[in-house]
């Protein structure tokens, strides 16, 4: 493990549906330490004590070494209200409007911290340490369970009137109007991780003629993985579904394209791993849609943080944060 006995130490902490992870980086990037802690099932005050004690492992670990953790940073799964110091973390539950600061601040005391939302934290990731380097102006698409993007407008994030810019999984790429979207938005409902298996699930019940290996699994429990596993197979069901999810994809970046001419789209989230090879192809089924200049200029490429993005973005955020105090 690398040591730094300098102060110019910044901690980033990425809280997801399931997991903690956390990082002591130096003002360079590199990181000098790294903590990954299970939520197992912990809500409401429980999770917000997992974050105040990875705060507080982390900052002693560091003046261990002689040095002090200048300012913290926090990506959290939701929206982050920044002026009012709460958070919304639908897959946390006691996490609506959540006074997580707070609870951190009675932690970190004088040391700043700045808590924002996965999507901020995956394009800044990227801009400090990943593909989005140097750009001003780049979209951050994350399909995992759900869908969201990071917007970079002008070397800031765009952020909207609430703090909900870039909940994409409710743009409109279909029609009529059904009621599955009332939870999730059109676009998560149909090329989400969830939505994948969710689109599987309907076409096995509906094709009374398919009897691959996707037909014998158990419907309640079928996922996306196992859907895409058996896409590279070749199952024409799978093949079916993974192709409608690359036209949704496909529309979703030409809409951003359209209305954001950036430099960039940068796919990541748990299925741009598996599923990045496809990128060629959602950018052909994007210039089909999107505006034709702004479509030819734009780069489309894959997370370089894959999983790490996030945490990277809450070290950055944690770094540009001290300026501002």
């Known amino acids: 493990m690398k040591r730094n006995t300098k102060n110019s130490i910044v901690l980033g902490i990425d809280l997801g549906g399931t997991k903690l992870a956390s990082a002591l980086f130096d003002y360079d990037g ?32 560091a003046e261990s070494w002689g040095g002090r953790v200048s300012s913290a940073g926090i990506s959290i ?8 110091g709460t ?20 932690i ?3 040391i700043p911290v700045v808590i924002d939302s996965d999507r901020s934290c995956h394009i800044m990731g990227e801009v400090w340490k990943g593909n989005a380097s140097g750009c001003r102006n780049a979209v951050y698409m994350a399909v995992g369970t759900g869908i969201g993007a990071g917007i970079l407008a002008n070397g800031e994030i765009l952020r909207g009137n609430n703090d909900i810019s870039g909940a994409i999984g409710w743009m409109s790429l279909d029609r009529p109007f059904r009621d599955e979207y009332k939870q999730c938005g059109c676009f998560e ?4 991780g969830e939505g994948i298996a969710k689109v599987a699930r309907y076409y096995i019940s509906k094709d009374k003629s398919y009897n691959g290996i996707l037909s014998k699994q158990d419907p309640c429990t079928l996922t996306s993985h196992e859907v895409i596993h058996e896409f590279r197979k070749g199952d024409p069901l799978a093949e ?11 529309m979703a970046a030409a809409n951003l394209i359209s209305l954001l001419n950036p430099e960039k789209i940068i796919f990541g989230g748990g299925l741009f791993g598996p599923l990045k090879y496809l990128i060629a ?15 030819e200029q734009v780069i489309f490429d894959a997370s370089a943080l894959e999983g790490d993005a996030a945490i990277f973005g809450a070290g950055y955020m944690a770094l540009r944060n001290i300026n501002t105090q």
Request: aromatic share 8%; hydrophobic share 40%; with cysteine.
């Open 281 to 295: 192809d959602i950018k052909a089924e994007a210039i089909r849609w999107a505006q034709p200049i702004a479509a």
């Open 189 to 192: 409902y149909h090329a989400s």
């Open 240 to 250: 079916k579904v993974i192709s409608e999810a690359v036209q949704y994809w496909g």
């Open 30 to 61: 590199n990181i000098l330490h790294r903590d990954f802690r299970k939520l197992d099932n912990r809500q409401g005050k429980e999770v917000g004590k997992l974050v105040t004690g990875c705060l507080k492992e982390l900052t002693d670990i």
């Open 108 to 110: 970190t005391g004088d």
């Open 77 to 84: 799964p939701g929206i982050s209200h920044i002026g009012k």
């Open 87 to 106: 958070v919304w973390a639908p897959n946390i539950p006691g996490w609506n409007n959540y006074p997580l600061m707070k609870e951190v601040k009675e």
